[in-house]
């Protein structure tokens, strides 16, 4: 019996010659396959709402204002958002909601006086979501830095960083599928 046959046994059956608990190993090596199979896709839809031109190409926004937490509701979920209420009237939603601690820290601290200066731009050439590129108080204190939000940006746009985490799940799925076929062809040898 070849490794390949002993894969094909531990994904289709019979149960008798995967052994116990076969249910479960088969679920490891299908979430293998799944990990492999939707990891490159998963990761590029993920990394497309922060597409598009960023600065000096992207128009910066300079405006002060305040930064809204909130959460919608859709039915039994939470989606949590955080708007930029500019002084101008507009709102702006951001594209994450998360990685903003120094913002929520800030606005619980001076729940009368939370108006900040924030500096970004719209993802997607103008049609996404505000990403602020730097966010200080009134006194100038920073509260977002631009090297940590073009990181985290950066991040966000290129998916190998992505991909790499579900291939590392991927390939440990792989590993423990590959020690239960080699029990199976070992076991199918010695019979």
């Known amino acids: 019996m070849t490794l390949f046959k002993a894969f094909l046994i531990l994904l289709r059956g019979p149960a008798e010659m995967i052994g116990p608990e076969y249910k479960w190993k088969q679920s490891i090596l299908t979430g293998a396959i799944i990990f492999t199979l939707i990891s490159p896709p998963l990761a590029f ?11 000096p190409e992207a128009h910066i926004l300079k405006e002060d204002g305040v930064f809204v937490f909130g959460s919608d509701r859709h039915g ?5 958002f955080i708007d930029f209420k500019a002084e101008n009237g507009r709102t702006y939603r951001l594209q994450d909601y998360l990685g903003y601690n120094s913002i929520w820290e800030f606005n619980k601290a001076n729940p009368n006086h939370q108006k900040v200066y924030a500096e970004g731009f719209f993802l997607r050439d103008g049609l996404g979501r505000f990403w602020p590129t ?53 076991k199918a040898l010695q019979d």
Do not use: C, E
């Open 45 to 55: 839809v993920h990394s497309l709402p922060y597409q598009g031109a960023i600065p």
């Open 76 to 80: 039994l979920k939470n989606y949590p």
């Open 134 to 186: 730097q966010v200080t108080t009134i006194d100038g204190k920073v509260l977002l830095d631009k090297d940590s939000q073009n990181a985290a940006l950066m991040g966000a746009r290129y998916p190998l960083g992505t991909i790499f985490y579900m291939y590392l799940i991927a390939g440990f799925l792989w590993i423990l599928s590959a020690f239960n076929a080699i029990k199976i062809k070992k």
